[in-house]
């Protein structure tokens, strides 16, 4: 039913960029959050980016403001742009998804993007100095 496919990635020089993408089938934008993964062989997975059921993305910006995620909800594609890359961003990049939480705070509301239960299969970056 959801289906999330990476793909943009490969091999780029120390300070290069590169932008990832990801095509998402079957999912509600307006009731689910979207976000970025990276794991390192041998180390723990991290997010990097998160866009929430708005379709806007959450701060701070990991790592450093050099990633910036993004939404084209009209051509269902979930961006990853990566600038200033830098040796140790190389990594297997992943694209999640999974349903946002929604928690009244008076006159507003708080969007929570805690679970991610749809997965991609993955994009490799590597980074060479």
């Known amino acids: 039913q959801v289906s999330l496919v990476e793909s943009g990635g490969g091999s780029v020089q120390t300070g290069g960029s590169l932008r990832l993408s990801c095509a998402v089938n079957g999912l509600t934008y307006s009731t689910h959050c979207l976000a970025w993964f990276r794991q390192p062989p041998g180390k723990e997975r991290e997010r990097v980016a998160t866009?929430?059921?708005?379709?806007?993305?959450v701060y701070p910006l990991y790592p450093e403001g050099r990633f910036t995620g993004s939404l084209d909800r009209a051509k269902n594609v979930l961006y990853l742009q990566m600038n200033h890359l830098r040796p140790e961003d190389s990594a297997m990049y992943y694209c999640?998804?999974?349903?946002?939480?929604?928690?009244?705070?008076?006159?507003?509301?708080?969007?929570?993007?805690?679970?991610?239960?749809?997965w991609g299969q993955g994009t490799q970056v590597t980074v060479s100095s």
């Open positions: 866009i929430d059921s708005d379709g806007d993305p």
């Open positions: 999640a998804a999974g349903e946002a939480r929604r928690a009244q705070r008076g006159p507003s509301y708080l969007i929570l993007c805690d679970d991610f239960d749809y």
